[in-house]
T-cell receptor, first 113, second 115 residues
Framework: DAGVTQSPTHLIKTRGQQVTLRCSPK?????VSWYQQALGQGPQFIFQ???????QRGNFPDRFSGHQFPNYSSELNVNALLLGDSALYLC????????????FGDGTRLSIL | GDSVTQMEGPVTLSEEAFLTINCTYT??????LFWYVQYPGEGLQLLLK?????DKGSNKGFEATYRKETTSFHLEKGSVQVSDSAVYFC??????????????FGQGTILTVHP
């Protein structure tokens, strides 16, 4: 039973570019959440998708956008990259419902030069 | 809003020592509480959870009890191993209001266990 998978593992971009990160949820899960983890910090919530809609959003600018597909997989897009966007981006999946635990992938390490 | 505060680290212990990592939270309503562990170069793994007051979560020798009166969820293990060296995160999930589905994390505690 595959867990949450993310691609790519690592990515290097330059300022001003755009990036797309991908996530496949754990089998049986229908909800995908994205988090940004800066070095030495706890993860910060970006947004959550369920039924192909953004259900909740954290304190991130509109440069961060996402999408969920009918097979529940998801993409995170970041436009006009800034140096401060360098971080580990984590995808978590869960079953929609009260207090369901979220299961994380290994993340995508994004470096901005 | 919701917040989680973990004890400042890093924590360095000898093998077989007793471990406590303190975690306190601020939240409205009745959140669920979690401990996640992150090994170097990896994502977060769910270690244990508790969904209501006085629940005790346990896994792999780790335990934590949901204390509503003290708004705490301290992580304990009676005898740590070198393989427990990792970063530990306390987190809450609030089922009510605008926080539904959003995990709020503490800053993490680095644990290093020496042989």
């Amino acid at each position: 039973d595959a867990g949450v998978t993310q691609s790519p593992t690592h990515l290097i971009k330059t300022r001003g570019q755009q990036v797309t990160l991908r996530c496949s949820p754990k089998s049986g899960h229908d909800t995908v959440s994205w988090y940004q983890q800066a070095l030495g910090q706890g993860p910060q919530f970006i947004f959550q998708y369920y039924e192909e809609e953004e259900r909740q959003r954290g304190n991130f600018p509109d440069r961060f956008s996402g999408h969920q597909f009918p097979n529940y997989s998801s993409e995170l897009n970041v436009n006009a990259l800034l140096l401060g966007d360098s971080a580990l981006y984590l995808c978590a999946s869960s079953v929609q419902g009260r207090n369901q635990p979220q299961h994380f992938g290994d993340g995508t390490r994004l470096s901005i030069l | 809003g919701d917040s989680v505060t973990q004890m400042e680290g890093p924590v360095t212990l000898s093998e077989e020592a007793f471990l406590t990592i303190n975690c306190t939270y601020t939240a409205t309503g009745y959140p669920s509480l979690f401990w996640y562990v992150q090994y170097p170069g990896e994502g977060l793994q769910l270690l244990l959870k508790a969904t209501k007051a006085d629940d005790k979560g346990s896994n792999k020798g780790f335990e934590a009890t949901y204390r509503k009166e003290t708004t705490s969820f301290h992580l304990e293990k009676g005898s740590v191993q070198v393989s427990d060296s990792a970063v530990y995160f306390c987190a809450l999930l609030n089922a009510g209001g605008t926080s539904y589905g959003k995990l709020t994390f503490g800053q993490g505690t680095i644990l290093t266990v020496h042989p």
